[in-house]
């Protein structure tokens, strides 16, 4: 397994302002991923964040939006950029090995205002 | 009973009693599938996993059972205690790639 730390655990937002969200793995992991959870609903990958290249975004999320950095094997940053009320989610990161199990951190709890 | 809430499905179950927790995958060709629980204010927990080679898998008080051939997976839990009172994820892997696609979710309340 592995203990992963996001910071914030939670924040409360302006409109039109950006958030940076840090994921910290105690230990190196190939893959990492961002997934938001909206109120009451499920998990919906958002990226995969890749070391050394481009994050790989899903359908319907797009970079200039939400900004991924993967500067090693340990480390992550998601960024919600210009956020809306509509942005207020539970941004989760996970770590894994192919063809394994996920583990997820605690999620940073963003509310927009 | 099972009921449909705003968002999320809602099983209620008396303590002691076993609890089943259902979910319909969609991809065929997804070949590894995972029980996750969420408690309120945390990240998802890994439970339990299948193999799409297998159709049982037993852990401790869970169970997994996968039909491949009608696309359904469930998650048994005997004897519930008020701490598996939670929000439960499956999720399927489609074909190697670390990329996990989650259903619906179930939230199971326990009955004291």
């Known amino acids: 397994s592995a203990v992963i730390s996001q910071k914030p655990s939670r924040d409360i937002c302006q409109r039109g302002t950006s958030l940076t969200i840090q994921c910290q793995v105690d230990?190196?992991?190939?893959?990492m991923f961002w997934y938001r959870q909206q109120p009451g609903q499920s998990l919906t990958l958002i990226a995969t964040?890749?070391?050394?290249?481009?994050?790989?975004?899903e359908s319907g999320f797009v970079i200039d939006k939400f900004p991924i950095s993967r500067p090693n094997l340990t480390f992550s940053t998601l960024t919600v950029s210009n956020m809306s009320p509509e942005d207020s989610s539970i941004y989760l990161c996970?770590?894994?090995?192919?063809?394994?199990?996920?583990?997820f951190g605690e999620g940073s709890r963003l509310t927009v205002l | 009973g099972e009921s449909v809430g705003l968002h999320l499905p809602t099983l209620s179950v008396q303590e002691g009693d076993n609890s089943i927790i259902n979910c319909a995958y969609s991809?065929?060709?997804?070949?590894?599938f995972i029980w996750y629980k969420q408690e309120s204010g945390k990240g998802p927990q890994f439970i339990i996993d299948?193999?799409?080679?297998?159709d049982k898998r037993q852990g401790q008080r869970v169970t997994v059972l996968l039909n491949k051939t009608v696309k359904h997976l469930s998650l048994q839990i005997a004897a519930t205690q008020p701490g598996d009172s939670a929000v439960y994820f499956c999720?399927?892997?489609?074909?190697?790639?670390?990329?996990?696609?989650f259903g619906i979710g179930t939230k199971l309340q326990v009955i004291p």
């Open positions: 299948i193999r799409s080679n297998m």
């Open positions: 230990s190196q992991v190939t893959m």
């Open positions: 996970s770590v894994g090995q192919v063809g394994g199990e996920l583990f």
């Open positions: 999720a399927e892997n489609r074909g190697g790639y670390q990329k996990v696609t």
């Open positions: 991809n065929s060709a997804s070949d590894y």
């Open positions: 964040a890749n070391q050394g290249s481009e994050a790989t975004y």
